[in-house]
């Protein structure tokens, strides 16, 4: 959010003055490139470390009630980042980004009844064009901050008023002994803790941007022809992987329509998860820990298999 205010200083939004305006940051604007590189690396660890936080509080079971609503408003602030990502992406107007989105917006196409409407609501028109750039700019620094604030702040009431879960197993050992029980002051002990995490992770940020900066390539042409082997970004493979998966006709239905239902649905599941999760007694249901373990491993397995296919 910093770098990003600080790049608004200088960003254009304009099919003729993006790329000239990045590239103005990167060479003439002092510390540019590092503050770019900032937000960019930081965008994507952000993205991973949202993906790191479901999985964890997934393990942990933190989502039973009465947490069910944190876990919905945790989902919802995952597909914004997500969305955070992709509109961002193509903000430079560069040739990946430019045709990414081009393949992305025709995903959204493919939604049965609605796909169209949305995929020209994203696009400003029918094509991805300055018009495409100037609304993904819109939604990158005024629709999604303003939708993520109101559910960063519901999710993190929900915790405050909830508190910290405790797992399961633990739970029933501080019932049997309840001297085993281990908490600490978040002011000073876990906030110092705390601290020493930010710093480690200020660390990689700055040692990741500072050596491996953002590069900017080549200014987006529409009327060249998409590179070749052209692919969404990391946190988008294993969707797109499976969709590649799919053969083109599933019996007489389009074999990306199947795969686009399938993924919305698949997503539609998970975000009611904490909903049909435990029995009347309140017990997890066994199956859940084996759907947890091959969600993570399908998740991970399919991104890598995306990244390494050509
Ligand atoms: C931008 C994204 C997110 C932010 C900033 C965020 C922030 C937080 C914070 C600060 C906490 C309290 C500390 C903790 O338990 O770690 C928390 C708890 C929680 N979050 Fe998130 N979260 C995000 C995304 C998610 C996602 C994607 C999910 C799940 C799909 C999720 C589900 C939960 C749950 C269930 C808890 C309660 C944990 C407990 O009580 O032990 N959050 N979140």
Redo the contacts with the bound molecule.
């Keep these: 959010m910093l770098t990003g205010i600080l790049l608004l200083l200088y960003y254009r939004p304009g099919a003729n003055e993006a790329y000239e305006s990045v590239q103005y940051i990167m060479t003439r604007v002092q510390f540019g490139w590092l503050i770019r590189s900032i937000h960019a690396w930081a965008a994507n660890l952000?993205i991973f470390?949202?993906?790191v936080?479901?999985f964890?509080?997934?393990f942990?079971k933190?989502?039973r009630k009465p947490?069910e609503l944190?876990?919905?408003?945790?989902?919802l602030?995952?597909f914004?980042?997500m969305g955070f990502g992709f509109s961002g992406y193509l903000l430079p107007w560069n040739t990946l980004a430019f045709f990414a989105t081009k393949v992305g917006t025709e995903m959204a196409g493919q939604v049965p009844f609605v796909g169209k409407a949305m995929m020209i609501f994203l696009r400003g028109g029918p094509e991805v064009t300055g018009a495409t750039l100037t609304r993904f700019f819109g939604f990158h620094v005024a629709v999604l901050p303003g939708l993520?604030t109101v559910?960063?702040a519901m999710?993190?009431f929900?915790?405050q008023r909830?508190?910290?879960?405790?797992p399961p197993k633990i739970e029933a050992e501080w019932i049997e002994n309840p001297s085993a029980r281990r908490e600490m002051k978040f002011f000073p002990n876990f906030a110092l803790r705390e601290m020493m995490a930010w710093y480690v992770a200020m660390g990689v940020l700055g040692a990741l941007a500072a050596f491996f900066p953002w590069n900017l390539s080549t200014k987006a042409d529409p009327f060249v022809s998409a590179p070749a082997g052209i692919k969404p970004e990391w946190y988008f493979l294993f969707m797109f992987q499976t969709l590649k998966l799919i053969p083109s006709k599933v019996w007489f239905v389009d074999g990306e329509v199947l795969g686009i239902l399938g993924c919305s649905m698949a997503g539609l599941l998970?975000?009611l998860l904490?909903f049909f999760e435990s029995d009347k007694a309140g017990r997890s249901k066994a199956w859940i820990t084996g759907l947890s373990v091959f969600a993570l491993v399908y998740v991970v397995g399919m991104s890598v298999y995306g990244y390494l296919a050509q």
């Design positions: 952000m470390t949202a993906f936080h479901m964890s509080v997934l942990l933190a989502y947490r944190t876990w919905v408003t945790g989902m602030l995952l914004l980042v993520v559910l960063i999710h993190l929900f915790v909830q508190g910290m879960s405790v998970w975000m904490p």
